[in-house]
């Protein structure tokens, strides 16, 4: 099938064409600048330029595409989690073209969306796999038992490893957002400079939980480092904090990842999210999983950060299935990828 998708959960306001697992179109128009000021994304304003932006979107990706209506088969829209406004105008255009041009909607959980983006780039794929969720809002351990069918292994107990990202970057002043420029920076640090303390979170029973993850008080011990370095050093050796950041921050999201593989017999690990386009983590995981056999799937990077193409994708594999969505579905701010199918899908007639 081929699918339109817009995606505009956040601060970009993407429009893309996928047919099966091939994309024919992926139009990102980035907000970043807009919102850079603010050293945030800010609800209002996103949503307002998502508006100006999207029917120009539309049309570049039609046109980039070289289709026309006729060769649609569905629309599909991110529907959930994100700014509720922001969402709102993906998905009501999603709607309102789906009802124009009479073709079946589909409303999309964001998340699905971050884990199809492995399958722009390996199309042979298919679960059982797990996969590492790594992005501005989230960081989970996801295990992909079938289509659809989602079970969080581990997930993070506090920040997501994207937000220690940002407000790392803040304390070193970097700006907004921080993720890509430590890991340009760290690349001329030394790692080992200043040792870390990596996240865990304690169980009653004593023992440490295997797949849960904590990013809070990482950001704090460098924090906290940064104030004393501030008293005796200048100019602050912000390479080798922010190297010593990323290292601590990839060995333990690599060392959980396999750890959880393992333990659950699955041989296959994707990655999805903002934070899977980071250098650090890539490698990490490249020589880990070869070292265990296990077989390793990551996005191009222009499929990590939010696309619609990742929404296309998994559109289509609910279209193929035979589902789609009620015109009337509603979008929501927050959603766990388990609860998806109480969300929405209902059998088509
Ligand atoms: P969610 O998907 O949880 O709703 P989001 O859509 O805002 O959140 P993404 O767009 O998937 O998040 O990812 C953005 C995050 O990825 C930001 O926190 C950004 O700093 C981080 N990021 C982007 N590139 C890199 C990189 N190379 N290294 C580390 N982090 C990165
Ligand atoms: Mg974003
Ligand atoms: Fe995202």
Redo the contacts with the bound molecule.
């Keep these: 099938a081929t699918i339109l998708a817009l995606e505009t959960?956040?601060d970009e306001t993407a429009v893309a064409i996928v047919k099966n697992r091939k994309v024919l179109s992926n139009i990102v128009a980035s907000q970043i600048a807009i919102h850079q000021p603010y050293g945030g994304v800010v609800p209002e304003i996103a949503s307002r330029h998502h508006l100006e932006a999207i029917n120009h979107c539309i049309d570049r990706a039609l046109n980039v595409a070289k289709i026309d209506w006729s060769d649609i088969d569905g629309i599909g829209a991110t529907c959930a989690?994100?700014l509720v406004g922001a969402l709102l105008v993906g998905a009501t255009a999603a709607k309102t073209l789906a009802m124009v041009r009479n073709k079946p909607f589909l409303g999309i959980h964001?998340?699905e969306g971050?884990i199809y983006a492995s399958y722009l780039c390996k199309p042979q794929l298919q679960p059982p796999f797990l996969c590492l969720l790594v992005?501005?809002?989230?960081t989970s351990l996801i295990h992909v038992k079938a289509h659809g069918q989602y079970k969080t292994l581990g997930k993070t107990r506090d920040d997501?490893v994207?937000?220690a990202?940002?407000k790392v970057a803040r304390l070193l002043n970097l700006g907004y957002?921080?993720?890509?420029a430590?890991?340009k920076l760290a690349q001329t640090g030394n790692s080992q400079a200043f040792p870390l303390p990596e996240g865990k979170i304690s169980l009653p029973e004593g023992g440490y939980h295997p797949y849960d993850f904590s990013f809070s008080g990482l950001k704090t011990a460098v924090q906290r480092l940064v104030r004393k370095l501030e008293q005796k050093t200048a100019p602050l050796p912000i390479a080798d904090i922010a190297a010593s950041f990323q290292e601590t921050v990839a060995k333990s999201l690599t060392r959980k990842t396999i750890t959880c593989a393992l333990d659950h017999n699955l041989n296959t690990i994707t990655l999805g999210?903002?934070?899977a386009?980071?250098?650090r983590l890539r490698t990490l995981l490249q020589n880990s999983t070869e070292k265990n056999h296990l077989r390793l799937c990551f996005p191009s990077l222009e499929f990590c950060?939010?696309n619609a193409a990742m929404i296309a994708c998994a559109a289509v594999e609910h279209l193929n299935r035979g589902y789609n969505s009620p015109l009337n579905m509603e979008v929501q701010s927050r959603l766990n990828i388990a609860d998806i199918l109480e969300f929405r899908l209902n059998e088509r007639e």
């Design positions: 959960s956040c989690p994100g964001h998340l971050h992005s501005g809002g989230h997501a994207g937000e990202y940002d957002p921080g993720g890509p430590i890991d999210g903002g934070v386009a980071n250098s950060t939010d």
